[in-house]
């Protein structure tokens, strides 16, 4: 079915990689990192930072908050990660989050990820969150998370 519809697919996947780089890329307080400039042709992943945030701190209220899930960190690249975001030492950002794009996504989910992110860089998490050595926990979380997992 994939190789079918391969055309298809991977012109949805640039269409929506597209929606997603661009849409990073009008948000006040959002900055994009790519080894490869407009002119290349690229997959549906993109790497950001919100001004003030920690990543991991994004990628716990991205989930908690939203429902979405990223990456957080270096992604196993650690020397391409630190040359992307600069001295790691000085004002710039250590670690990135990651987000890409899978089959199943379309439009409707990047409008909700972009949303998202707009609204953390601009008001910042509504959850009050704890760095414990397990990540960023939140405080005060309305939501019912005692239900048993599937197995």
């Known amino acids: 079915a994939l190789t079918a519809h391969r055309p298809a697919i991977a012109a949805d996947e640039n269409q929506v990689g ?15 990192y790519s080894i490869f400039g407009p002119e290349h042709d690229r997959v549906a992943v993109a790497c950001c930072t919100i001004e003030g945030l ?5 990628s716990a209220v991205l989930s908690a908050e939203y429902g979405i899930g990223v990456r957080d960190g270096k992604f196993c690249a650690h020397l391409l990660v ?7 030492h000085g004002d710039a950002p250590e670690t990135a989050v990651r987000a890409s794009i899978g089959l199943g996504n379309n ?7 972009l949303d ?3 609204s953390l860089a601009h008001q910042g998490p509504a959850f ?10 939140p405080t005060n979380d309305p939501r019912d998370i005692t239900l048993p997992r599937p197995l």
Do not use: C, F
């Open 54 to 58: 920690d990543s991991s701190l994004v």
């Open 82 to 88: 630190e040359e992307l975001l600069g001295n790691p």
């Open 107 to 113: 439009t409707e989910h990047m409008n909700r990820l």
């Open 18 to 32: 597209e929606q997603m780089r661009a849409g990073l890329g009008e948000r006040k307080g959002v900055t994009t």
């Open 128 to 137: 009050e969150y704890q760095h414990t050595p397990q990540g960023w926990i």
């Open 116 to 118: 998202a992110i707009g």
